[in-house]
């Protein structure tokens, strides 16, 4: 596991206890919920291989957030899949409205696809607040796509192909997930303990 606090000028390093929080934050949801309800099957083997990359982005801006998702996207495709398989990009100061980070998507894409990286890397995504189209907010099937901070997932499409070929069943991943979320009822959920530990934004932190 490794682990950054990156700004828009391009300053990297883990520099308070506010972004380390945050990235236990997200390590916990990984391995309670993610890893722990089994909700994706590939994210135990990178996980004990310490090949995530954990990155804290205090910038507030869209145009702030761009540049450092650029700079993780060209840092992803340039290392070895056995040093970096994964990176999470977690945003606690910006895009607390999800119909916002929902929107912010499309440039993330366009992002990729100026890069030439489309068909090479992907990014998924999660929000503290994710609603699927057609759902109740307490639709304890949103939470298949929640985590403690808005969080972009940069993928690689090699990877993604290898782990598809090694579970055959993965096409029905979402309908599983969604009736164990339904059994486990949005009490059991918040049981997990798996939100944000802390408040968003670190004390004397931001860009």
């Known amino acids: 596991m490794t682990s950054s606090l ?5 300053a990297s390093s883990l520099r308070s206890a506010a972004d380390a929080g945050v990235v236990q934050d997200t390590v916990r949801w990984l391995e309670r919920a993610v890893i722990g309800l ?8 990178v996980h004990s291989k310490q090949q995530i990359h954990y990155v804290v982005c205090r910038a507030r801006s869209a145009e702030e957030v761009l540049a450092v998702l650029e700079s993780e996207l060209l840092a ?9 398989d994964t990176s999470l990009l977690m945003l606690p100061n910006s895009f607390t409205d999800f119909l916002d980070f929902n929107d912010f998507l499309d440039e993330c894409e366009s992002l990729l696809s100026s890069l030439d990286l489309a068909g090479v890397l992907q990014i998924a995504s999660f929000h503290p607040q994710f609603r699927f189209a057609g759902t109740a907010e307490d639709d304890v099937s949103n939470c298949t796509n929640r985590a403690p901070y808005p969080t972009l997932h940069l993928l690689r499409e090699d990877s993604i192909d290898r782990a598809v070929e090694a579970f055959p069943q993965a096409e029905a991943i979402f309908e599983r997930n969604v009736e164990q979320l339904e059994e486990l009822g949005m009490d059991g959920w918040t049981a997990l303990g ?7 934004v670190g004390e004397g932190e931001g860009v």
């Open 194 to 200: 798996v939100g944000a530990q802390r408040s968003p």
């Open 6 to 10: 990156c700004s828009p000028a391009g």
């Open 38 to 45: 089994n909700l994706c099957p590939f994210a135990k083997g």
């Open 76 to 84: 992803l495709a340039r290392l070895p899949a056995q040093e970096r």
